[in-house]
């Protein structure tokens, strides 16, 4: 079992491991957290980006769904489904998630305004 702070050192590698393209490390550091806690949202928003960045939208979708279920106020999480919608071409669903981050001041907001602005 890890503590809290061994699991943010793990997400912090796991993210830095998803963005130099080692996908496949990443997730499996990630999917390690959620199998000692299916909950943790940082692992699941962790995953899901994993899964946008080879294209795995479905499984991206899933996890950020899920996320927003147990937390409607996380902005992080409807950025990421937004960023889904938008990049699978559908505007419809992206644009109500994105104009609330949008309206927000989130970290967030950029990649809100910059795909709206885009589409």
């Known amino acids: 079992m890890f503590n809290a702070e061994e699991i943010k050192r793990l997400l912090d590698i796991a993210s830095v491991g998803s963005h130099k393209g080692m996908s496949f490390d990443a997730r499996t550091i990630f999917e390690v957290i959620l199998a000692q806690n ?7 928003l962790g995953l899901a980006h994993n899964y946008i960045t080879v294209n795995e939208f ?3 979708k899933e996890l950020l769904i899920d996320v927003i279920a147990g937390n409607a106020q996380d902005l992080d999480a409807k950025a990421l489904l937004g960023l889904c919608y938008a990049l699978t071409d559908n505007m419809t669903e992206a644009r109500p998630l994105l ?20 589409k």
């Not at 299916?38 to 699941?44: C, F, L, R, V």
């Open 38 to 44: 299916p909950e943790h949202s940082g692992a699941k």
């Open 58 to 60: 479905d499984k991206a």
């Open 99 to 118: 104009e609330e981050v949008k309206n927000s001041d989130c970290a967030s907001k950029e990649l809100a305004d910059i795909l709206l602005g885009v």
